[in-house]
């Protein structure tokens, strides 16, 4: 379960996160826009987490999640999706990179907004999406948030 958030962002305002929404047709999760509004993003501790259905990596580690305005570039939200814009479908928000390179994504296709693992190494270099890539990790983002844990390899 997530103890600590180190280096936070500033916290995203109420109207950051509508804006947030609005630009990209998105609906946030309450659990998710609380999230944003506390700490925006930062280095979890514990990092570990659970990959159901990935051959030989049954464990990932979250680097950092993402967060509106975020000071370091690579780790901002509306970066990242700006960049994947028409190169993976509309609603799979990539909200965490992992220490591989890899993103954890919220799927908002559906109802309930369920948490993925992304594996990126199809997509590198091609921009090839494969919807085989992505893999469960937790029904909600609240779930996620739960099941971090000290990474056991």
């Given at each position: ?43 979890p501790q514990p ?26 570039k690579a780790e901002?939200l509306r970066s ?74």
């Open positions: 379960m997530l103890r600590e958030i180190r280096e936070p962002n500033p916290g995203a305002s109420e109207g950051d996160i509508a804006a947030f929404e609005k630009e990209f047709r998105f609906v946030l999760p309450e659990s998710y826009r609380r999230f944003l509004m506390e700490t925006n993003g930062g280095r990092a570990g987490f659970p990959i159901q259905g990935l051959a030989d990596n049954p464990v990932g580690v979250v680097q950092a999640f993402f967060g509106l305005n975020a000071k370091i901002d990242i999706v700006e960049e994947l814009q028409g190169l993976i479908p509309h609603g799979i928000v990539p909200i965490a990179c992992t220490d591989g390179d890899d993103f954890v994504c919220m799927d908002l296709r559906d109802t309930p907004n369920v948490v993925v693992f992304w594996d990126r190494r199809s997509f590198w270099g091609a921009n090839n999406w494969n919807e085989n890539d992505l893999y469960p990790i937790a029904r909600d983002f609240e779930s996620f948030l739960e099941t971090l844990s000290e990474p056991h390899f």
